[in-house]
């Protein structure tokens, strides 16, 4: 199992620019989640999907889009960058049921000029 | 609302024990988590704790729950440089969300 991975590794946007960064995982996991960490404020939750077509938003949604249409795969759309968005992104996915071994991915360092 | 707080930074010789303390606020959390993350990495479940237990012994790993005083604390036996990374610690909300702190980011020098 290649457990959860993410492209691309890192990411230079200007200003206003679109991108998406692609998540996928091959353990069957309904649960997958987006955060974005910061030095000093921890994970904060972006978006998170409980199963292929149902997604909700988690603790700092603005600016962010995500969809599910695949168990499998679970990007995270930037539609037009901001400074204030320059993060290292993590993808994660986990079974259902208690306790939650949340599986991380290498995650994505994303710098917006 | 769901809060959890850590100190940010911790060092220690090696050889020593280190204690990373966290104070967490929703009293309904079944579990608390702690999760390491090393250089360059996501981050990795280390050990967790049910929360009608006061401790959890895993070979040099201790943890320590105080649902009174919500306080939670991870003890690392021996510490080695290997162990430097940052330690998340977690609870999870009755909507299944994990809330992480800050981290503490252990440094452990030779």
């Known amino acids: 199992n290649a457990g959860v991975t993410q492209t691309p590794k890192f990411q230079v946007l200007k200003t206003g620019q679109s991108m998406t960064l692609q998540c996928a995982q091959d353990?069957?996991?309904?649960?997958m989640s987006w955060y974005r960490q910061d030095p000093g404020m921890g994970l904060r939750l972006i978006h998170y999907?409980?199963?292929?077509?149902?997604?909700d938003q988690g603790e700092v949604p603005n600016g962010y889009n995500v969809s599910r249409s695949t168990t499998e795969d679970f990007p995270l759309r930037l539609l037009s960058a901001a400074p204030s968005q320059t993060s290292v992104y993590f993808c994660?996915?986990?079974?259902?049921?208690?306790?939650?071994?949340?599986?991380f991915g290498p995650g994505t360092r994303l710098t917006v000029t | 609302g769901e809060d959890v707080e850590q100190s940010l930074f911790l060092s220690v010789r090696e050889g020593d024990s280190s204690v990373i303390n966290c104070t967490y606020t929703?009293?309904?959390?079944?579990?608390l988590y702690w999760y390491k993350q090393e250089p360059g990495a996501g981050l990795q479940l280390l050990t967790y704790?049910?929360?009608?237990?006061d401790m959890k012994q895993d070979q040099r790993l201790t943890v320590l729950l105080n649902k009174k005083d919500k306080h939670l604390s991870l003890r690392i036996a021996d510490t080695q440089t290997g162990d430097s990374a940052i330690y998340f610690c977690?609870?999870?909300?009755?909507?299944?969300?994990?809330?992480f702190g800050q981290g503490t980011e252990l440094s452990v020098k030779p």
């Open positions: 994660a996915s986990r079974r259902p049921g208690t306790p939650y071994e949340q599986y």
């Open positions: 353990m069957n996991h309904e649960y």
């Open positions: 999907s409980v199963g292929a077509g149902i997604t």
């Open positions: 929703d009293s309904s959390s079944t579990y």
């Open positions: 704790i049910f929360s009608n237990m």
């Open positions: 977690a609870e999870s909300n009755e909507g299944g969300k994990l809330i």
